[in-house]
């Protein structure tokens, strides 16, 4: 219970990554406001039962990451944060001369440009109480590259190139910005891909999961949501204070290889 007494707000939270990373701040204490763009009765009953089960006040907040004002909005209607956790996004694969414009508009914004809205706003909150952590939700594709998904990965390099510098903006303030790289976690995002991938092979589910989506990743396996959640909650850590500008990647090994 660390963080008692903190408020965290996820973006895109009502599903995948942002939502196991939502829980375990809940468990670890913290009052937590989820997010999405929708604004369904569903989304709310969400917010009511992370609550109950943790023991901590939760609220969903409707807000359009792809809109600049959405993003100031939500976390003014917030009332601020001590942790900030940007992780909304969204993929689409393409050859980059087949690549929508209105996809790489899309991507970029909710992708790399919300997290630099809403870091612009809960900054001034963090440096009055003296304490704060920005915790952004990039991609081991914010280390390296793949074909196809050139959108991706400008915006999780960006994404990688924002937190170093929000970091050194509020170095000595106690305020930490970092990166969670992950490699393959298993969410709604991944899923809607093995289709594509198995068209793509010509190959079964079993087979294009392990021969092409963890080809890259030496561990086999893929990532939780609660080993990122569990990874955010670290990073809130005292053991964590002297951790900024950096990234960590949780990824089995993607990046080693
Ligand atoms: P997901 O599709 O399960 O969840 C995405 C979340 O973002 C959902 O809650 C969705 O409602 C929300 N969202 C989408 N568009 C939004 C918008 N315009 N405004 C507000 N919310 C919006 O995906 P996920 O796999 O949980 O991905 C979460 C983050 O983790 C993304 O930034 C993704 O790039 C990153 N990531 C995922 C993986 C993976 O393997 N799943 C790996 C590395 C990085």
């Not at 997010?35 to 989304?43: A, H, L, M, Q, V």
């Not at 694969?93 to 996809?103: K, M, Y």
């Not at 990965?153 to 960006?158: M, N, P, R, V």
């Not at 190139?161 to 970091?167: C, F």
Request: hydrophobic content about 45%; aromatic content about 6%; some cysteine.
């Amino acid at each position: 219970m660390h963080l008692k007494g903190k408020r965290a707000i996820v973006t895109g939270s009502n599903s995948g990554i942002g939502l196991g990373v939502a829980v375990e701040l809940a468990r670890a204490g913290a009052d937590v406001v989820i997010n999405s763009f929708t604004d369904r009765p569903e989304d709310h009953a969400l917010a009511s039962q992370i609550a109950a089960e943790h023991g901590v006040a939760v609220r969903y907040i409707a807000a359009d990451m792809s809109s600049a004002a959405d993003c100031r909005a939500l976390v003014e209607s917030a009332g601020g944060c001590d942790i900030l956790v940007n992780n909304a996004g969204i993929q689409f694969v393409a050859p980059i001369d087949e690549f929508p414009t209105e996809r790489w508009d899309a991507i970029i914004a909710i992708n790399l440009s919300s997290a630099f809205h809403t870091t612009a706003v809960a900054l001034g909150g963090m440096r009055e109480r003296g304490w704060g952590r920005v915790i952004n939700i990039a991609s081991a594709h914010g280390l390296t590259a793949s074909p196809y998904k050139s959108a991706y990965i400008a915006a999780k390099h960006g994404v990688v190139g924002l937190s170093k510098t929000v970091a050194l903006e509020c170095a000595g303030q106690g305020i930490t910005c970092n990166a969670i790289c992950p490699g393959y976690v298993l969410t709604p995002l991944v899923e809607a891909q093995i289709p594509g991938q198995m068209k793509a092979h010509n190959m079964g589910r079993d087979e294009v999961v392990k021969k092409v989506m963890l080809a890259r990743q030496p561990s086999g396996d893929f990532a939780t949501v609660e080993q990122i959640g569990g990874t955010v909650v670290f990073l809130c850590s005292d053991a964590a204070a002297q951790i900024t500008g950096t990234t960590i990647s949780v990824d089995g090994g993607w990046t080693a290889l």
